[in-house]
């Protein structure tokens, strides 16, 4: 229960960062997935379909307060917590270096499903400007925030805050 | 014999005194001649005494100093603190002030020739994503505002209201991929339609330009007006690149947009148009 709570709480942060902060902290465009990270953490620490179900929640959390297209960032997130949980029995998790690799892999991965959903909606971008423009940096700017985070997150997981694993 | 002796040596150092009086005066022609010597002689031990006195006063008064200047240093730091923050809020005002005068300049000016009747808002929020391009503005229908309206500020066009509260409004900035304005070459009226582009990058293409009217870098593109959400004559941006779109048919532009968009903060409505 405790645990449920703080995942509420942490996901319920990233959320209101991700649509108060994450706007103002652009480089050249591009924005970190804020909400990615705790995604993939959790995935990455509780496997696949703990990432999937929580990645879903709070991606559509993210369409909701971005007022976009309900289900868009849900899909993408569960991609990214699913792939995130892949990597949960297979990598080292505790290592920051391997969680910043993960965070690198399932934001492309992420950010690859939410482009042809964005076709499915209507919404066409030329491929190139959208792999150049937004897919690849997205992921960059947002792996390059895991050492920000990951330490204080893996400590929480180690010591049981987030729930057993 | 004695008394003799006696006095005889008070006159000697009498008058020994007195030659050393002498000797030592300043003269009209400057120092006397012994005065340098003799300073010379004692400066060593001038020098030591002041030095000793000078250090017994620090080493005195040194601890007193110590917390004057401990509550000097405190205070003129809470001073500069106090200071710092009163320039940057002088500061702020200063630029809401100069950015509110050119809004107020234009709703008398431009926009009042032009007919138009505009409401201000301030920017409260942005789109919290890499692909689209939205703000969220502090005006809503409580003040006229509704959706569809064109957003503006006295650089050039914002966007549009696609969405309407109470108290709030979103408006869908000409840099989303969403967004299509028709438009029009300001000095030669050849038409074309401004799209935006994802990924923040803020920068605009205008498409659907025909062939055989050509576009030239520098050219400034503003709203068409026809058959459009957006108000007539509003200019976007200026053209920085031409090139033949995939098709061949048509002519495809990369325009400039005059607005920057990481920069906005306060807006203009367009909630009206006045007949001329």
Redesign the interface.
């Known amino acids: 229960m405790r645990s449920l709570f703080f995942l509420g709480a942490l996901f319920g942060l990233a959320l209101l960062l991700q649509v108060t902060l994450a706007g103002m902290i652009s480089l050249w465009g591009a924005v970190p997935d804020l909400v990615l990270l705790p995604v993939v953490f959790h995935g990455l620490w509780r496997g696949s379909r703990e990432g999937a179900l929580w990645g879903f929640a709070a991606g559509l959390g993210k369409d909701f307060l971005c007022g976009h297209y309900l289900g868009l960032s849900a899909l993408s997130l569960s991609a990214a917590g699913y792939l995130a949980g892949w990597a949960e029995s297979r990598l080292y998790k505790e290592s920051t270096a391997v969680a910043l690799l993960t965070t690198l892999g399932c934001s492309l991965a992420s950010q690859l499903i939410y482009y042809p959903l964005l076709f499915f909606v209507g919404v066409k971008v030329p491929l190139v400007t959208a792999v150049v423009r937004v897919i690849l940096p997205t992921a960059v700017y947002s792996a390059a925030l895991v050492p920000l985070f990951y330490p204080l997150f893996s400590r929480l997981y180690q010591r049981g805050w987030m729930g057993s694993g | 014999m004695a008394a003799g002796k006696k006095v005889f040596l008070l006159v000697l150092l009498l008058a020994l005194t007195l030659y050393l009086m002498r000797v030592s005066a300043f003269g009209p022609r400057g120092e006397a001649p012994a005065g340098g010597a003799v300073r010379d002689l004692l400066a060593p031990l001038q020098q030591g005494l002041t030095w000793l006195g000078e250090g017994a006063r620090k080493a005195l008064s040194f601890p007193v100093s110590l917390v004057h200047a401990s509550r000097r240093a405190e205070e003129l730091s809470r001073r500069v603190a106090a200071l710092e923050g009163e320039l940057l809020s002088a500061r702020e005002y200063r630029l809401e002030n100069e950015r509110l005068k050119q809004l107020l300049d234009y709703k008398s000016g431009p926009a009042a020739a032009a007919g138009l009747e505009v409401r201000a808002a301030a920017v409260i929020?942005?789109?919290?994503?890499?692909?689209?391009a939205?703000i969220t503005i502090n005006r809503g229908r409580a003040h006229g505002v509704a959706e569809n309206m064109t957003v503006l500020t006295p650089r050039g066009l914002v966007g549009r209201v696609i969405?309407a509260g109470e108290h709030s409004a979103?408006v869908l900035l000409i840099t989303d991929?969403?967004s299509a304005v028709g438009a029009l070459i300001q000095e030669t009226r050849t038409p074309g339609l401004v799209e935006g582009?994802?990924?923040?990058?803020?920068r605009l293409h205008m498409i659907h330009i025909p062939n055989d009217q050509p576009v030239q870098e520098g050219q400034v593109v503003v709203t068409s007006g026809t058959g459009s959400l957006f108000v007539k004559g509003v200019p976007i941006g200026q053209v920085t690149r031409v090139k033949r779109d995939s098709t061949g048919l048509f002519l495809e532009a990369e325009v400039k947009p005059f607005v920057d968009f990481?920069r906005l903060e306060e807006v203009l409505v367009v909630t009206g148009v006045r007949s001329p």
């Open positions: 929020g942005r789109d919290p994503g890499s692909w689209f939205t969405g979103t991929p969403r582009e994802a990924g923040g990058t803020g990481n």
